[in-house]
Structure formats: C-alpha cells, structure tokens
C-alpha cells in the first residue's frame, strides 16, 4: 500500500520524555515530506505550541497542515484555517459554572489561554506548554473557547468532575482525560478522527491510505479511522487494543523511525 497522509501525535508518540525530536524521528518525517506522504502533527496543543517542532524539523515551508485542539482546528502552515469547531458562549457558561461548583481550574481556549486566577497549577501548564496566560476577571465574558481545561491533581475530586459532565453533556461534546490531571472537553464534532478525515478527504486521500500514530485516548479515534492505526509501545492499553500495529521502540527510541522502516521505505 502506498500511503499519501501520515497522522502523528506529539506528546509520548513523536516527542520523547525531554519533549524533544530524536535525529532518526527528524529524518523519518524528512524522507516522508519528501516522497510526497503528507506528515501531519495531531496534538491536543496549540498551533502555537506546535509550530516550533514543525520547524525544528524543517518542514514548516511545506504545503501542509497541522490538527490543533485535538481535531478542532485544522490549518495550514501559511495560517489559512480550514477547520474550526469552538464551543459557543451558551454552553461554557454551564461548563465554567460546573468548574466553580468542583472548586477545580479551569482553562478556557482561543488564540490565548484565559483564567481567572493564576495558581501553580496554572504556572505550570503555561511552563510546559511553552504558551502564554492571560488571567480575566470573569471567564463567563469570553464569548467562545476551541475547549475547556480543568487542571486538578489526579483523583477522585477530578474523576467527580468528569462523570458529572459526562452524565451532563457527554450526547454535546468530547469529554475526556488529555492527562490524569487533565480532563478536556471540546465540540462534539472535534476530535483527532474527524479531523484526519474531513482533511484527507479534502487532499482526495482514502482512508485506506492513511497511517495514524499516537499513544493516549485522544488519539483512538484516528487510530480506528486510518487504514494503518499504530498504537506506539508505551501507549494505555486500551489504545494497543485499538490499533493495528504496536511498535517495539517507544517514545524514547524513536518509533516513527521505525514506523517509516517498517511501512514507508
């Protein structure tokens, strides 16, 4: 099968622990952009946040695209935005509301990250994800959010958190752990799946012709979707059991190397 659309997450599949790009990786995605295949990075993250690895490998000058918010932003490299699904002032009120009633942080998301108190929790989060936070002094005033992000440490306050919205508004959005301090919720029509294939399918690329890489729940949808779903070592479980290939190498030993190797070459 010769594959034109290669879908890679960031954290844990093409980033090792160092949130770096091993050389072999680098050199995979090069050999691929230069066949033609389109590498595509599919992240929870921002664009911003995203762009930097984009260049760092030197495909940033390509005609391609990048899947931002777990699927709810599509755009290309230039900045042209193809896709984008936030959710609207009605419901975040609800979800902020849902936030104060758990006493739990809660991110809201355009081309910024807003707040309304910025804790260590939150210094963190702005530490790692390498993006600016704005605090505000009401979050109920933003009129749309790509998602909301509630930042707890892991627990059962947190897993509360989720079951409620869940038991709320799991038939409206996306609801879902990007980390175990991290529950997410995004556009019903969001997710990495749809994403890879409303792009692919405006490429003119079958499904049959795409190959998805990831590691974390996020990334079973396009997993399931793509004719080739590669599950790396230290993916969750349940994601292994998704997919149709498991990498010997994990994030640490360059599996997109051996994905390229294995599938591509």
């Known amino acids: 099968m010769k594959y034109k659309l290669i879908a890679i997450d960031l954290d844990d599949t093409l980033l090792n622990d160092q949130l770096e790009i091993s050389t072999e990786n680098k050199k995979a995605i090069i050999e691929m952009e230069n066949i033609g295949i389109h590498v595509v990075f599919c992240s929870g993250r921002a664009k911003a946040s995203m762009m930097k690895y984009v260049k760092e490998v030197g495909i940033h000058d390509k005609e391609d695209y990048i899947i931002s918010y777990n ?61 600016p936070i704005k605090v505000v002094g009401d979050l109920k005033e933003v009129d749309e959010s790509i998602k909301v992000l509630y930042n707890h440490v892991a627990g059962e306050a947190l897993e509360k958190l989720r079951l409620e919205l869940t038991d709320k508004f799991g038939h409206s959005f996306n609801i879902f752990y990007s980390k175990s301090h991290y529950v997410e919720v995004l556009h019903k029509e969001a997710n ?74």
């Open 192 to 265: 990495k799946g749809l994403a890879v294939k409303n792009l692919a399918e405006s490429l003119g690329i079958g499904r049959e012709e795409i190959v998805a890489i990831g590691d974390g729940f996020n990334d079973v949808a396009m997993i399931e979707y793509a004719g080739l779903g590669i599950a790396v070592k230290n993916a969750h479980d349940g994601v292994k059991t998704k997919a149709d290939y498991i990498t010997v190498s994990d994030n640490n030993n360059s599996p997109i190397w051996e994905v390229y190797e294995k599938f591509i070459k």
């Open 71 to 131: 699927g709810a932003v599509i755009d290309r490299f230039d900045g042209e935005r193809v896709f984008y699904k936030p959710i609207n002032k009605e419901n975040l009120i609800e979800l902020i509301d849902i936030g104060r009633v758990h006493n739990i942080d809660t991110q809201l998301y355009t081309d910024e990250i807003m707040v309304e108190k910025y804790t260590e929790k939150t210094k963190l989060y702005e530490e790692l994800s390498g993006l």
